[in-house]
């Protein structure tokens, strides 16, 4: 028989920092495809997809088979930026298969494993092809954890533990912020227009097109084409974050496809290796390639592991067939939420989101937090966003099937069922 962990130890040896830990109290052992099962064989629907960095689901059978293969061939693990085979076929299998088919021209590059890497990278690139100094970014948005990402991230609690003060950033209202009259860009301009507004003309804006630890806030397609044209009125560099909302996300690869822009930097980290590996790439307009070599570096920006299962990722964007998978089963998802919002009234919810980045803003304070846990307690995996965790969020893998979809609909209904109208306990009189 297999002895048990003991959580203990968990507590005993690890940082009080450990988070999702508290959240999804066992240990978990095997996962596959939209499921995780933990060490007493109790079965979980993954709607979580590991924060968005797991978008194909667990241990897909073309990337394992694929690793697998590379490792046992002693193929190179680590590399810095040396040029390696696998670099080479995921970068002409990336140009073919995702940039060329969508008229985008990007220089790739690798800044280190992680979402605030790319964005650091972004940041730090804005300001030296510019030479200007400050950032808009937008409230309620997270960009990473290092003091660049830091400072244009929104959340007072993440922006604190900087220890220092957070500078040369501006926040300016996100879509819908304030109320759906007010034009948020309008007020954005007039403190570009006005030089007594005390905002100079920043190097950069960064923005996510559909936010996710903010809240899952969707930015209209509209409001996105007015940030590109500011940005080329004022020849500001345009940043959209893509870690959390790419990579099929949102619907399309890149989430801001629909909106039809261009963004001059992207950064992508997260679901791009595919399988969960820590990759990231920041993708720059040719023009703005202007770094000298070495300027920006990290140790582990070559993981040859995760050139192997993203280029085998890429298998599943050779033509429109899980694209229009991924359109079809986005309709079940929100028409799903919109029924459990006008069937449960108490919620007093609101549907968020788009594509496979959805969730339900819930008015009352605490209940999006209950839903979720009573969801893990009956097998199914999901979180809470938004500045007081106010949304219960649906992040299941793209890879899963409509029974998947089914079976996490009925918990999450049964959920619902429960926070709104918990059972009274019943007492001996």
């Not at 989430?255 to 993708?283: N, R």
Request: hydrophobic share 40%.
């Amino acid at each position: 028989m297999t002895q048990k962990t003991d959580m203990n130890i968990f507590a005993q040896m690890e940082s009080e920092v450990r988070s999702y830990c508290r959240s999804f109290p066992t240990v978990f052992t095997k996962a596959k495809g939209h499921k995780m099962w933990d060490e007493e064989g109790k079965e979980y629907i993954d709607f979580f997809s590991g924060a968005g960095a797991l978008n194909y689901g667990h241990n897909d059978p073309l990337m394992k088979e694929k690793l697998v293969e590379y490792i046992l061939s002693d193929g190179i693990t680590h590399s810095l930026d040396m040029a390696t085979t696998p670099k080479a076929v995921f970068l002409e299998e990336f140009n073919n298969t995702i940039l060329k088919p969508r008229d985008l021209n990007y220089k790739v590059m690798f800044p280190g494993p992680t979402g605030t890497n790319t964005v650091e990278s972004a940041l730090k690139l804005a300001r030296k092809v510019t030479g200007r100094t400050d950032i808009i970014s937008f409230t309620n948005g997270f960009h990473g954890m290092t003091i660049g990402a830091l400072s244009v991230t929104g959340n007072s609690f993440k922006r604190k533990g900087a220890g220092i003060p957070l500078t040369n950033t501006v926040t300016m209202p996100y879509d819908n912020f304030v109320s759906d009259e007010l034009d948020t860009l309008e007020y954005l301009e007039r403190f570009l227009d006005d030089g007594g507004s005390g905002v100079a003309i920043p190097a950069a804006i960064i923005l996510e097109t559909v936010q996710g630890e903010g809240g899952i806030n969707a930015a209209r397609f509209e409001w996105l084409k007015k940030v590109e044209a500011i940005c080329k009125r004022w020849d500001i560099l345009l940043i959209v974050d893509d870690v959390q909302a790419g990579i099929g996300r949102t619907g399309t690869f890149f989430s801001f496809e629909q909106a039809g822009i261009k963004p001059d930097i992207v950064c992508l980290s997260k679901s791009i290796s595919g399988y969960g590996l820590p990759l990231a790439l920041t993708l720059i307009k040719p023009e703005y390639d202007i770094w000298e070599p070495g300027e920006h570096n990290g140790t582990f920006r070559g993981n040859n592991h995760a050139f192997i299962t993203a280029t085998a990722a890429l298998s599943y964007w050779k033509d429109d067939s899980f694209e229009n998978k991924i359109a079809e089963q986005s309709k079940r998802i929100y028409s799903f939420l919109e029924d459990i919002v006008a069937k449960y009234p108490q919620l007093e919810g609101e549907v968020r989101g788009r594509g496979f980045m959805v969730g339900v803003c819930s008015a009352k304070e605490g209940l999006a937090g209950k839903v979720a846990a009573e969801a893990f307690s009956r097998g199914l995996i999901m979180e809470t966003a938004g500045p007081n965790d106010e949304v219960f969020k649906l992040f299941p893998a793209l890879t899963i099937t409509d029974e998947g979809l089914e079976q996490g609909f009925r918990i999450i209904e049964e959920s619902v069922e429960s926070a709104v109208n918990p059972k009274e306990l019943v007492t001996n009189a």
